[in-house]
């Protein structure tokens, strides 16, 4: 994401499936972008299944908007398949679904960054696999100057491409995806 890039569409990843009968299905999360009401069309990330917003429910029941940082359940029109982890976004401005990106990493593991191992990558509520494909150059992260990639331990920044196990949904704002060593 560049700097003057806003994200101003939809973004709910979910974060719960709550079905505690067979007439209701609501999907649970907290708000990380735009607003959402009854009526708004949808898409659901990384599946690309379209839908409409049937209800949209805040903690006290339902309500006729809600915005960004509010947590929700919403309710959709059709019947789609939908996980812990998977994005409903805006249909009009939904985010990329990518197996690659290219990020600013700040490492905090005393082991080394090394490109081809296997880690863990937290987006939002969705967990993949994932691997560094190329760190292009050191960040030093007082002055911002580049270096060039060298031995990468803890406390570095750096700019570097990676790839996902499975296509997910960009990570179009400015929070931050966490990387985990794997075992």
């Known amino acids: 994401m560049e700097s003057g890039d806003v994200v101003t569409g939809l973004r709910l990843p979910v974060q719960w499936v709550n ?3 067979q007439d209701f299905r609501g999907f649970a999360g907290t708000l ?3 607003e959402v009401r009854p009526g708004d069309a949808v898409v659901v990330l990384p599946s690309a299944r379209r839908s409409t917003i049937a209800q949209v429910l805040g903690p006290d029941g339902p309500v006729e908007r809600a915005f960004a940082g509010q947590a929700v359940t919403l309710t959709l029109t059709d019947e789609i398949d939908i996980s812990r982890g998977d994005v409903i976004a805006a249909a009009g401005d939904p985010p990329a679904v990518a197996d690659q990106f290219a990020a600013h990493l700040l490492w905090m593991s005393d ?3 090394l ?3 296997p880690y863990w990558l937290k987006i939002g509520t969705r967990t993949v696999a994932a691997s560094v494909s190329e760190i292009k150059h050191r960040i030093d992260v007082n002055t ?3 270096w060039p990639p060298s031995a990468w331990s803890s406390t570095r920044s750096a700019t570097a ?3 996902w196990k499975s296509p997910s949904p960009s990570p179009r704002t400015r929070k931050t995806a966490r990387w985990a ?3």
């Open 19 to 21: 079905r505690p009968n």
């Open 181 to 183: 060593a794997s075992s």
């Open 115 to 117: 490109p081809g191992r």
């Open 32 to 34: 990380a972008a735009g």
């Open 161 to 163: 491409t990676s790839a």
């Open 144 to 146: 911002q100057n580049t």
């Open 111 to 113: 082991a080394p960054l």
